[in-house]
């Protein structure tokens, strides 16, 4: 079946725009997540869904950042007045349930480039 | 808090050489632990998993053990091929309701036949 796809691939902005990223999961599984990837760096966990609720925000690292989820299917990350150090791979991932152990299956991630 | 360290820097090793990848972990709790993997110009993908200590995770001829006295998740393979140049990242998710991978910053593999 289908996996988790993520669009943009690629996303270019300028300094102080508005971008949104967008993540569809596997269907039928009803954890996402998002992580952010730097270069040369594993990825850095930002936020949890399990649902329509963010079960787990902590890692998102202001307020410029913002998720939602509304129907419990896709995701979206909105990143505002962004900056040049947001530059990073956003990569998504979702796993069927909440039990922790299970696999997450992640997505090809969306390259988001800063000027 | 809960932390993940890999060996520093690129991997590289003649194809049928024997490969492994060093991974420490700092855990309050008892975290499952995981290795993934992700191909030149694609997405991470879950490589072996082990859950509790003294577990054994393998796949596609790698293993790594769950070895909760010294802290460790080692990747081995005992013969490497081309196809197995990639990046690796050693992971752990803390358990306890935390659901969260944290991440080693990843070893660049290369293998040249």
């Known amino acids: 079946g289908a996996g988790v796809s993520q669009t943009p691939s690629n996303k270019v902005t300028e300094k102080g725009k508005y971008v949104e990223l967008r993540c569809d999961p596997i269907?039928?599984?009803?954890?996402l997540y998002w992580y952010r990837q730097s270069l040369g760096q594993g990825p850095e966990f930002l936020i949890y869904?399990?649902?329509?609720?963010?079960?787990?925000d902590s890692g998102l690292p202001n307020d410029r950042f913002f998720a939602v989820r509304p129907e419990g299917s896709v995701s979206t990350l909105k990143i505002q007045r962004t900056e040049r150090g947001d530059s990073a791979v956003y990569l998504c991932?979702?796993?069927?349930?909440?039990?922790?152990?299970?696999?997450?299956?992640f997505g090809p991630g969306t390259r988001l480039l800063v000027l | 808090g809960d932390s993940v360290t890999q060996m520093e820097g690129p991997v590289t090793l003649s194809e049928e050489a024997f490969l492994t990848i060093n991974c420490t972990y700092t855990?309050?709790?008892?975290?499952?632990l995981f290795w993934y993997v992700q191909y030149p110009g694609e997405g991470l993908q879950l490589l072996l998993k082990?859950?509790?200590?003294?577990d054994k995770g393998s796949n596609k001829g790698f293993e790594a053990t769950y070895r909760k006295e010294t802290t460790s998740f080692h990747l081995e393979k005992g013969s490497v091929q081309v196809s197995d140049s990639a990046v690796y990242f050693c992971?752990?998710?803390?358990?306890?309701?935390?659901?969260?991978?944290?991440f080693g910053k990843g070893n660049q593999v290369v293998v040249i036949p």
């Open positions: 991932a979702s796993s069927p349930g909440p039990q922790v152990q299970e696999t997450q299956y």
């Open positions: 269907s039928g599984h009803t954890a």
């Open positions: 869904f399990q649902g329509t609720g963010a079960a787990d």
């Open positions: 855990a309050t709790g008892y975290p499952s």
């Open positions: 082990a859950t509790k200590a003294d």
């Open positions: 992971a752990l998710q803390p358990g306890s309701g935390n659901n969260r991978l944290a």
